[in-house]
């Protein structure tokens, strides 16, 4: 893995390959949106048993994903938090060489995408109606280049790095909320 800037890991084929597992995926994101957690409790939030979650964050561990964090917990609790904020696929030649792992791993992170969208539309009625008037799932069907997709994307990170204050103390107002914001850019070729 290569890390092109502090909390952002560039998968490499050993990282391709400890992320091409769905569990492995939501591990990750549950300890980069909520914080330091227990094997136990990530398992309760998945629907998983512990011995399953363990044995995942286990693999993450090996793959440099997630450490210990050694401040918390006891000898029989143990606590561990992720290693990076984002993580991105950005070598052709991996996915050239990891084919089949680097379809599993973007299947599993269509499927956390999917799985994020319904548990927001389950609470959709019970949610704040300032925060439901703001929910938005559109589509725009652009006719683009490659190299027009290419800026496009990096003008969206540009945005997104304007707002993005996910991490204590990044300065967010009192009665903000934690929003994810998906983007997919998905070719449709003739």
Same mark, same amino acid.
């Given at each position: ?8 890991? =560039? ?53 440099? /994903? ?10 029989? @609790?143990?606590?561990?938090?992720? =290693?990076?904020?984002?993580?991105? &696929? ?11 792992? =680097? ?36 589509? /725009? ?5 490659? @190299? @027009?997709?290419?800026? &496009?994307?990096? @003008? ?27 983007t997919q850019l998905l070719p449709e070729l003739p």
């Open positions: 893995m290569t890390e092109p800037h502090e909390g952002v890991v =560039v998968l490499d084929a050993k990282g391709l390959r400890a992320l091409a597992h769905p569990l492995r995926v939501q591990l990750v994101d549950l300890l980069r949106k909520h914080g330091p957690s227990t094997a136990t409790r990530l398992a309760e939030r998945l629907g998983v048993n512990s011995g399953a979650a363990s044995y995942h964050l286990r693999r993450l561990h090996a793959a440099g /994903f997630v450490e210990e964090d050694t401040g918390r917990g006891n000898a029989r @609790e143990r606590w561990w938090r992720s =290693v990076h904020r984002v993580t991105r &696929l950005s070598d052709d030649e991996l996915a050239e060489r990891e084919p089949e792992a =680097v379809l599993a791993y973007l299947q599993s992170i269509a499927a956390l995408y999917n799985l994020h969208t319904q548990r927001t539309l389950n609470e959709l009625q019970t949610m704040p109606g300032e925060w439901r008037r703001v929910l938005d799932l559109s589509s /725009f069907a652009l006719r683009l280049t490659p @190299e @027009e997709t290419r800026r &496009l994307r990096e @003008e969206l990170e540009g945005v997104v790095s304007r707002y993005r204050r996910d991490v204590p103390d990044a300065g967010a107002p009192e009665d903000a909320a934690r929003v994810l914001l998906i």
